[in-house]
């Protein structure tokens, strides 16, 4: 898990998925000295069994969840780009606002979401998620690296070449990260979401039981998993 500079750049869909799906790894970059980041795409304003409550309330509620979140890990800024959820399309101006922040804060290492449809991880299904990830591969490459893509972001944002991703993955990940030592900070980090959180008791047990399955393979109690992808130099 090393990294050039330490800037680790975490892209997801929607407020929450970070802490979710990667909240222990991110806690563990963080405590190596990882200076990180996140890029939420959607403003989450669908995710809600409530119906009592409307959109236009719930997006500034789940971006208030998603700064406490982020600051429980000790990440160092979340960025909104403010897509509708549910409705994240591969559109241009989505793969020039990710390629923007990726020249932005120059990661080596970008941590997001798996491009392909998965039928044994339900949350994996989400269309937000797979078109995200999709869209950050792209934006790695070539979008960001070539100085010719999206010329309207220069000079302020020079291209940028990123050394790594992690795509989030529950099924046979190549890459397996002991998290046992940040489980506890990522379930605190996940009580931040409590739109998303129902009985807390029931979260718990499935995220705990959830990664002690991705780390019995490597003897950890607890572990995150991802498909690693180095990109070429």
């Known amino acids: 898990m090393t990294a ?21 790894t991110v806690a563990k970059l963080v405590k190596e000295g990882r200076e990180v980041t996140y ?3 959607t403003n989450g304003n669908k995710g809600s069994g409530d ?22 890990l000790g990440v160092g800024h979340v960025e909104f780009l403010g897509y509708e959820d549910g409705e994240v399309e591969d559109t241009r101006g989505l793969r020039r606002d990710v390629t923007r922040q990726i020249r932005r804060w120059r990661p080596d290492l970008i941590i997001t979401q798996h491009p392909n449809r998965t039928y044994r991880n339900f949350p994996g299904w989400h269309r937000d998620h797979r078109i995200t990830g999709g869209v950050v591969l792209d934006c790695v490459y070539p979008l960001a690296r070539d100085h010719l893509s999206f010329p309207e972001l220069l000079p302020e944002y020079e291209p940028h ?18 998290i046992t030592g940040t489980m506890d900070v990522k379930l605190k980090a996940i009580t931040c979401h409590a739109s998303q959180v129902g009985d807390f008791s029931v979260v718990e047990a499935r995220m705990r ?14 572990a995150e998993g991802f498909d690693h992808v180095v990109v070429p130099g």
């Open 4 to 24: 050039a500079n330490g800037r680790v750049l975490v892209v997801t869909a929607h407020p929450d998925d970070p802490e979710f799906l990667a909240g222990g």
């Open 39 to 41: 890029v939420i795409v």
């Open 51 to 72: 119906r009592t409550i409307t959109s236009l309330r719930l997006a500034p509620i789940r971006e208030e969840e998603q700064q406490r979140a982020a600051r429980v």
């Open 161 to 178: 070449q990123v050394r790594e991703i992690y795509l989030i993955q529950w099924e046979q990940p190549d890459l397996v990260v002991d």
């Open 209 to 222: 039981a959830r990664a002690a399955v991705l780390g019995k393979a490597k003897g950890y109690p607890y």
